[in-house]
């Protein structure tokens, strides 16, 4: 069923027992490969997909959730109400993403983990660096780990099939499998002067005086 408020774009494949409820736009796209969705989809109103995406069978969505391009997505995929799924990303099986979560490109969720509510997770070490889109790094969550809610998850990170990641927690390094993981990390470690491109890149993610790296405007 797909309500005649939706648009499906030219060339999307929706499976059988598809829903596709009012103000939904799916398929997005200037250019590029059809999106695909298995079987038994419900996409609830105002989604958003992008051109590009492989999504298996009974994939849900809630309501206002942005999945842009080129991800791959497995079956029973439930992704929550006001949560955005960047680009480039893998989302396997059995994966669980609750309401207004951010989930940035080159991640990898692994079959059956668990996002909680407001989980952030970044892939940017050095936001505004002159070459940030060389130095960004996902991160893994692997199976069956389960993150709590308002977690926030630094770039590269892996979290261990079956961690337990306390809400609130902020994770700063990676995570051995079946650990419990509480508490937040901030505190003074450094100067931005002195910090290091994590990838080995030949130059300073904030070079010049303070207050200098920010745009004009």
Known sequence: MISPLAVVAPGTVLGSGATVEEFCLIGR????EPTR???GA???SHTVVY???RIGARFQTGHHVLVREHNTIGENVSIGSLSVVEHHVTIEDGVRIHSQCFIP?????RENAWIGPRVTITNAPFPKCPDVSSCMRGVTVEAGAR????VTILPGVTIGAGALIGAGAVVTRDVPPRTVVVGPAARVV???DELLCPVGAAHQPYPGPPGTEEDPA
């Open 29 to 32: 796209a200037e250019e590029g």
């Open 105 to 109: 490109e080159y991640t990898v969720l």
């Open 37 to 39: 969705i298995g079987d």
């Open 51 to 53: 051109h590009g995406n």
């Open 147 to 150: 993150v709590g809610a308002n």
């Open 190 to 192: 450094k100067n931005v």
């Open 42 to 44: 419900r996409l609830r």
